[in-house]
């Protein structure tokens, strides 16, 4: 039996109003019809913490302003830099004939340059894991892109398995995995009466957490409180891990900026690989390349063997390829070259260490001039924590009057970009500060 012909009952209604008369092809129905209000129930989304800051910076007309909201990299003058290393890498590639490039297979070989550079960076140039090939990478957009396609390939295969987040995190940590639909926790990480790392709790929530949860680490740098644990304390961590059977996932955001020195900032990840664990790990190469508009990243899976590896590389090829194909291709060239050749990377090396310990510098200046004024509290977590981030441990209040009456702006859980500390504005900071703090 011929099965009917159905027809959706919009396009028949639709269909018919055009049919009975050309002439009422406009007719008021069919307008009516066309003004289905498909987006009347979108209301604007949340503002992103970060990005207002940004926009209530750029609209100040105050010539004192300062913007400690981006966790960008800025030079003494507050300019944002353009290092060395990328100018030479970009007039290595300058010949290059980007158009056979951009061919498909030629795209997935420079790829694969820059995925097995980026994991020697994080695993260690002379890993077993790197000699023996026993991982699946993917070129990355950027670390949020990194971040994304993982969310994705851990709610494809285990999808009842949260993710813990260390409270605090990066702010759009809970947004990517959610948007993945994987269920979102956190661990306790931050002490804020010590404004350090709240070592006991953190551990008792790793034990407490069920078997073989994922668990988001930051390996240095941590966003937003500059508190890292020590080597021993990843140690435990890492030994605890093996006892639970998590999953570490490392998002590795700010590579050398904590230390200045690109494998010592790498040494949580090197504690787990010698522990023998399967680690995730997503690179960035947006802050310590200071590539932000390239969204240059990496994806990383370390897997049992190799066939496994296959296995996982062919999943994350095919999620990617569903979102956006392939990533574009001349942030990927500068971030190879760089870190391909020899001269360009030694070069690179240094400049990440000029950036660190200007920002290093900065957070020593910082706190002895709330030092020298007398400051009633206690500072010396400027100097304690690490990276692009100090958490201040001002009030929400407190930020709201340095935005105020100082034109300060930051975010208002109190998190400071050290990088927009500059020597010219470094003692307009300081006053402010302590303007706001002295009669707590
Ligand atoms: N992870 C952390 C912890 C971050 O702070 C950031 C940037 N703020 C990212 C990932 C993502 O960075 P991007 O996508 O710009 O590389």
Redesign the pocket.
Known sequence: MKPKPRINIIMWRFMGSRLTSSTRCMSTSTKALCRFGWWDRVSPAAKDPITGVTEAFLADTNPHKINLGV?AYRDDEGKPVVLQCVRNAEAKIAGCDFINVGRESNATAVGSKLVEESVKLAYGKDANVVKEGTFAGLQAL????A?RLFAEFQRRFHPESPIYFPDPT?S?HPNIWRDAQVPVRTFQYYHPVSKGLNFAALMDDIKNAPDASFFLL?PCAH?PTGVDPTAEQWREISYQFKVKSHFPFF?V?YQGFASGDLDMDAQAIRIFLEDGHLIGC?Q?F?KNMGL?GHRV?CLSVLCADAKQAVAVQSQLQQIARAMYSNPPIHGLLLVSTILSDPETKALWVKEVKVMANRIQQMRSTLRESLEKLASPLNWEHITNQVGMFCFSGLTADQVDRLVREFHIYLTRDGRMSMAGVTTSNVSYLANAIHEVTRYN
């Open positions: 966790g950027s670390g949020t892109g971040c990066w759009n930051h966003n998002d955001a997503a960035s947006a932000y990243g």
